[in-house]
């Protein structure tokens, strides 16, 4: 920036992100914290330009517009959570919309802010316990794919009468898609799938990966895995999962629970670290598992080293795959064409800053059109699924299920199968949704 005394909007440089500074006293302070609340509240409030993205903007906004004084200042402070309840932390702002983040002067990080707000309320209140089982995904998954209770489960969870007593007794809203469990998880399917691979590194690719296979992945999507394992050995990549995993975190950084995400680093990094000393490239089905690790843990914990070197070996999949097409190791030897595709680009794909991977990848195969929606869906893992904010996630993704409806598309994809499925719920296409691995595996014909 010019150093001539004026103030100039931003957005003309790359953002830099500075790391979270978790552990400074001043951090969980709750004066500093309302004052920097009013100080960025106040620069959202002058410009609106994110005004289309979730509901925090809009609330912030009302908060403003029916203040006596019209103005930030006129906002009662117990009022500020009110916002800070209605960011996901997507990122979107920061990484799309906003003019003032840094280098700018005014150093606006609003999401990270959000979280700060997040983590010190949890600090002074704690949370509900439907906000602690819904974020406790590890210990939900593992309860409920036992044999029998997986069953059981699904079923009441299909029962309209338990979900109108599920809504009331527990806030989960009764229209809410929510996944099923399986006590064949993604880690028993894969098992005999497993045969050796000589690797063949090529550009950044060693040609050789461990999959974390994620809460979801493992209990709600595993045939995800299998997916997976057929389409990354059909390209000549060893593939092998994770030898052991929590949760990567994200639902509890959701939460403000910091002392929960650095018992799961704690967990999962040391033996990540390790298969990326044995030579290991780093995947994960779903994107806020993979933005945990490339993002939001180095920004957490920037000098370890650990964290670091884990952070450099974790690739989206379908970016893995790319970089390898772009060194002419990728089959493009292709059975079935895929015809037209409604492709959902979940805000966590988006921020990682690597393009629509997914896309150009889909759109190697043959007679195949894949139209893109940079919208996001309004799922957030659980935002979606709680009583009070489900109205709310259905208004946010109503343009990528209106744009849904009118391709009327023979597939209908998103990364995320979270987001996959609140967008199937909407559409009245009656789609099923699909992650983009098992298309391409389709397309491959394997």
């Known amino acids: 920036m010019p150093n001539d005394g004026i103030i100039r909007e931003g957005s003309l440089e790359a953002p830099t992100r500075h790391p979270v500074a978790w552990r400074e006293e001043s951090f969980w302070d709750k004066d500093q914290l309302n004052a920097e609340l009013e100080r960025v509240y106040d620069i959202c409030h002058g410009c609106r330009r994110c005004v289309s993205l979730c509901d925090a903007f809009p609330t912030l906004f009302d908060l403003v517009d029916e203040s006596d004084t019209m103005e930030v200042d006129g906002i009662d402070k117990a009022d500020y959570n009110k916002v800070v309840d209605q960011c996901y932390l997507c990122d979107m702002c920061y990484m799309s919309k ?86 064949k998880t993604l880690r028993k399917r894969v098992k005999p799938l497993g045969k050796q691979i000589t690797p063949r590194p090529v550009g950044k690719t060693t040609g050789k990966v461990a999959m974390y296979a994620t809460c979801y992945g493992n209990y709600n999507s595993p045939n995800l895995g299998e997916d997976f394992y057929r389409v990354f050995q059909h390209n000549g990549i060893h593939i092998e999962l994770v030898p052991k995993e929590q949760c990567c975190g994200m639902p509890k950084l959701e939460l403000g629970d910091l002392d929960s995400v650095n018992r799961a680093k704690e967990a999962n990094i040391p033996i990540l670290a390790k298969l990326v000393d044995q030579g290991f490239d780093l995947i994960a089905p779903v994107p806020s598992c993979t933005l945990m690790y490339k993002q939001e843990l180095p920004l957490l914990y920037p000098d370890d080293a650990d964290v670091i070197k884990v952070q450099q070996a974790f690739y989206d999949p379908f970016e893995y795959l790319y970089l390898r097409h772009k060194e002419g190791e990728f089959n493009t030897d292709f059975k079935n064409g895929l015809d037209n595709i409604s492709y959902h680009v979940a805000c966590h794909l988006r921020v990682q800053n690597i393009g629509m991977k997914t896309r150009d990848v889909l759109a190697l195969v043959p007679e195949t059109t894949v139209h893109p929606q940079e919208r996001c869906s309004g799922h957030d893992g659980t935002y979606a699924v709680k009583q009070e904010t489900y109205d709310k996630a259905v208004k946010i993704a109503r343009p990528v299920v209106r744009k849904v409806d009118q391709l009327k598309s023979e597939h209908l994809a998103s990364d995320c199968p979270m987001a996959g499925a609140h967008i199937a719920n909407l559409a009245e296409t009656g789609e099923k949704p699909e992650h983009p691995m098992s298309l391409l595996r389709r397309a491959y014909g394997i």
């Open 98 to 183: 906003c003019p003032y983040v840094p280098p700018h002067e005014w150093n606006v990080d609003f999401p990270h802010l959000m979280l700060r707000a997040k983590a010190v309320k949890f600090r002074e209140e704690g949370a509900s316990l439907r906000d602690k089982v819904l974020t406790s995904t590890d210990k939900v998954g593992k309860l409920a794919t036992i044999p029998l209770i997986d069953v059981t489960v699904n079923a009441f969870n299909r029962n309209k009468t338990f979900r109108k007593a599920f809504q009331s007794t527990f806030g989960v809203h009764e229209d809410a898609p929510v996944p099923e469990y399986h006590a």
